[in-house]
């Protein structure tokens, strides 16, 4: 939306872009934010260790009380077969107490979905119930110390023995413990395990077991060691430890079956031929740890922001022009800090709905098809890091923007810094995970072509770097003339929505089709018949273009995020909350080209001019939106039970009220002291006045 399209007094309508937020599931969304106001559920700073780990568990005892765990589930077993709802409400328990929050989701999100994705209609009525009720509480198994991220090479064997039908769980070396599980160190009975399926001399791959790990009265079953992982960063509301296992035992029937079984005489069937895609399938069914962490992190960053702009909206400092100390959110600093990231938690917001949606899709049967399911971990492994990334971010920022009041426990941002920290390596690795997005986009690519074209794709991506060099260095120059020095026209044309979406686009395009042509180029030369050499090749070209890879999976991510944002802004019909929103995501837009500026400059997508420009318009708009601050973190909804933080309920402002009126009662009585400056200047002014009287009676 261009100047000339503005409205005179833009306002926007904080219930209208609230409702746009909130999305599809409003009213669970709601549901679970009165919970989270409950003071049995919130963060006690400063509490110990063990107490925090014992307080905890009791709130999650509260969850089942009130309802709010049972969503996922199926309905004849008292679930509610709601699954984006469920993950929606998930979400909003950040603002409780995130150790509350992370301990739920192993319990229902981890362990009990795992029993519910992986096994069959046996393991769900036989375990389910107990699971929901907390009477079974449970540990997700996964992880080890040795294989974190790379789930398909982990060292934790299951063994089958057809003489006795049962499973022997065995981790063989300290590399094969399963490490950093949450109900692992005190409260868990039994875990999910996986492990490799060995039968009759054959590894199948990684699957799931349910195995028992401690009695009701808290005894470790023979064969079961825990440790306890002690103090962590934060969540210390959690009891992670490590479990290893020493020729555990368990039946057959253990095993979670859905996608692959053993018969009795150890014969292994499965409907998915492929190990991989077998692999895949039973961890893609897990995605929803994904999906929870990266609307958490956005809620964490609604509330960081609503706690800084409203401190900074009240805290004054230095003395300005008209006398009165000046308020922190008017400097220029102050608003690039803020406002920047504002406008990410809102693009994250919107980008989150969109990831809720497809993955509701999925779980729900409406579309659950190959291809939605592989849309779901693309986008999920895309997001996700995004928004963990900027939560980190933005609390530290507003953290520092808050001063030391920030640093108060009681206000709330360096705890949540603290719990928050871990979502960046938890359910993947980001790196990781975005290195999965960029294959994702370079088999994208290469589908563009005829099967083996080798040629083909090394014909396009040379054609669009080719056309890099011969004609962006002229479109640059032609820029420059049509720009004739003024910012009003050089961003112009990067002001539009389509603007935005051409320049976001092609640099992820581009992007990819220069890695693929890297590797293509790799293997030239080389003999077809020499598999070891081009497997050794293609390795290494690989591994030089991995930070290329991530790079292009983040632009790709920037992207989705900003398409949500536009997408959302379609939704809304109150004229200045369009209006807003629309200045809000160019914030967005444009503040992701101008930090990537050099990429577009040596590309030839912009010039010098242009660059500049993105910059002055960021400016323009950072103040445009200062008015809005206030409303647009307003529009969140987070109320003081949600928030907990002192300097967010209006103190500040009676302090400064209360400062103000003290100062304006002493001068009123005239018993406020002249400042020394003050005095200095009478005195030189007196002086002054009595030269001049001296002089006039001289003359």
């Known amino acids: 939306m261009s100047d000339t399209h503005t409205l005179p007094d833009p306002r926007i309508d904080a219930q209208t872009v609230g409702d746009a937020l909130l999305g599809k599931w409003k009213r669970e969304r709601l549901e679970s934010r009165r919970l989270a106001e409950d003071p049995r559920l919130h963060t006690i700073p400063g509490q110990s260790m063990p107490e925090h780990r014992e307080r905890t568990l009791g709130q999650l005892g509260i969850l089942v009380e009130e309802g709010a765990i049972q969503r996922a589930y199926p309905s004849d077993l008292g679930g509610g077969d709601n699954h984006g709802g469920n993950i929606a409400a998930f979400q909003e328990l950040v603002l409780a107490d995130p150790s509350l929050q992370i301990k739920s989701g192993v319990q229902w999100g981890l362990f009990g979905a795992a029993i519910l994705h992986l096994g069959t209609r046996t393991h769900h009525e036989k375990w389910l119930p107990d699971v929901m009720s907390l009477k079974l509480p449970g540990a997700f198994a996964m992880t080890e110390i040795g294989h974190g991220s790379d789930v398909a090479s982990i060292g934790t064997t299951a063994t089958y023995d057809p003489d006795t039908e049962e499973f022997e769980i065995h981790t063989p070396f300290t590399g094969a413990w399963k490490d950093y599980l949450g109900n692992a160190a005190l409260h868990g009975q039994a875990a999910v395990v996986f492990a490799q399926l060995i039968t009759r001399g054959v590894n199948h791959g990684v699957h799931a077991f349910f195995v028992p790990i401690r009695t009701p009265e808290g005894e470790m079953l023979p064969g079961v060691g825990s440790e306890d992982d002690g103090v962590k960063g934060g969540l210390n509301g959690i009891d992670n430890g490590r479990l290893h296992f020493t020729h555990v035992r368990v039946p057959r029937e253990n095993l979670l079956n859905r996608y692959g079984d053993v018969a009795a005489d150890g014969t292994y069937s499965s409907e998915i031929e492929s190990p991989g895609r077998r692999f895949f399938t039973m961890i893609g069914t897990l995605v929803q740890g994904r999906v929870s962490l990266d609307g958490s992190a956005v809620r964490a960053m609604e509330a960081a922001l609503t706690i800084a702009i409203r401190y900074g909206s009240e805290r004054r400092q230095f003395p300005g022009a008209s006398g009165r100390e000046t308020v922190l959110l008017d400097y220029g600093q102050h608003q690039r800090r803020l406002l920047p990231r504002l406008a990410q938690t809102y693009a994250m917001a919107f980008a989150d709905e969109r990831l809720l949606t497809v ?22 492994a895309a997001l996700k890091p995004l928004s963990t990334w900027a939560a980190l971010d933005t609390l530290q920022e507003a953290r520092e923007a808050c001063g030391g009041a920030g640093f108060m426990a009681k206000n709330r941002l360096v705890g949540l810094r603290a719990d928050l920290d871990i979502y960046v390596t938890f359910e993947g690795d980001n790196n990781v995970l975005l290195q999965l997005v960029g294959k994702r986009l370079l088999t ?4 563009q072509f005829k099967p083996g ?3 083909a794709i090394a014909k396009a991506a040379a054609a669009q770097l080719g056309d890099r060099v011969s004609r962006f260095g002229l479109r640059q120059m032609g820029q420059s003339i049509a720009d004739l020095g003024q910012v009003s026209r050089s961003v112009e044309s990067l002001r539009s929505t389509e603007a935005q979406r051409e320049l976001l686009t092609d640099r992820v395009q581009t992007m990819v089709s220069e890695i693929a042509l890297a590797l293509r180029e790799a293997t030239k030369g080389i003999p077809k ?13 690989f591994n030089a273009q991995q930070h290329k890879l991530i790079e292009a999976a983040r632009a790709h991510g920037e992207l989705l995020q900003w398409e949500a944002f536009t997408e959302g802004i379609e939704q809304v019909d109150d004229p200045g909350s369009r209006q807003v929103l629309t ?19 040596v590309a030839g997508r912009i010039s010098g001019q242009r660059a500049e420009a993105v910059t002055a318009y960021i400016d323009r708009l950072i103040a445009r939106l200062r008015p809005h601050a206030l409303d647009l973190v307003d529009a969140f909804g987070l109320t003081p039970q949600l928030l907990r933080a002192e300097i967010a309920t209006g103190i500040e402002a009676e302090r400064q009220e209360e400062a103000r009126a003290y100062v304006e009662a002493r001068i009123a009585e005239g018993t406020w002291p002249i400042h020394e400056k003050e005095l200095r200047k009478r005195d030189q ?4 006045a009595e030269e001049r009287v001296q002089a006039k009676t001289s003359a």
């Not at 994208?444 to 589908?447: N, Q, R, S, V």
């Not at 018949?529 to 070209?541: H, K, L, P, Q, Y």
């Not at 002014?685 to 002054?688: L, T, V």
């Open 359 to 380: 993955f509701d899709e999925v779980f729900s049967g409406a579309r659950d098809t190959d291809e939605n399911r592989e849309d779901l971990e693309t986008l999920a």
């Open 444 to 447: 994208d690519y290469a589908a």
């Open 453 to 455: 074209d080798r040629a």
């Open 529 to 541: 018949g020499d598999s070891r050499a081009r497997a050794i090749a293609n390795e290494e070209a």
């Open 583 to 601: 200045w809000l995501r160019d914030l967005f837009g444009l503040g992701i080209i101008e930090r990537n500026a050099a990429w577009y400059l």
């Open 685 to 688: 002014e007196r002086a002054r």
